[in-house]
């Protein structure tokens, strides 16, 4: 797995991860991976984009409530 960049909201992160099949976010809070989110078939943009939405409020979270 790679890390290719990371989104900031609050106390949470989310970052951008790829293996040699797909791309998927990696939802971090202090440092420690608490959900994962898959899309399947989806480029890198669409990833970068999802991301960027959740970090400015845009895409509401895709896990539950702290």
Same mark, same amino acid.
Not at 15 to 20: A, D, E, K, N, Q
């Given at each position: 797995? &790679?890390? +290719?960049?990371?989104? *900031? #909201?609050?106390?949470?992160?989310?970052? &951008?991860? %790829? %293996?040699?099949?797909? *791309?998927?976010?990696? *939802? #971090?809070?202090?440092?420690?991976? =608490? =959900?994962?989110? #898959?899309?399947?078939?989806? !480029? &890198?943009? *669409?990833?970068?984009?999802?991301?960027?939405?959740?970090? +400015?409020? &845009?895409? !509401?979270?895709? =896990?539950?409530? #702290?």
């Amino acid at each position: 797995m &790679i890390e +290719l960049s990371i989104y *900031y #909201k609050g106390d949470d992160t989310a970052t &951008i991860c %790829t %293996t040699s099949s797909e *791309y998927f976010i990696q *939802y #971090k809070r202090n440092g420690e991976c =608490f =959900f994962t989110e #898959k899309f399947p078939g989806r !480029s &890198i943009y *669409y990833i970068e984009d999802a991301a960027e939405n959740w970090a +400015l409020g &845009i895409k !509401s979270d895709p =896990f539950p409530a #702290k």
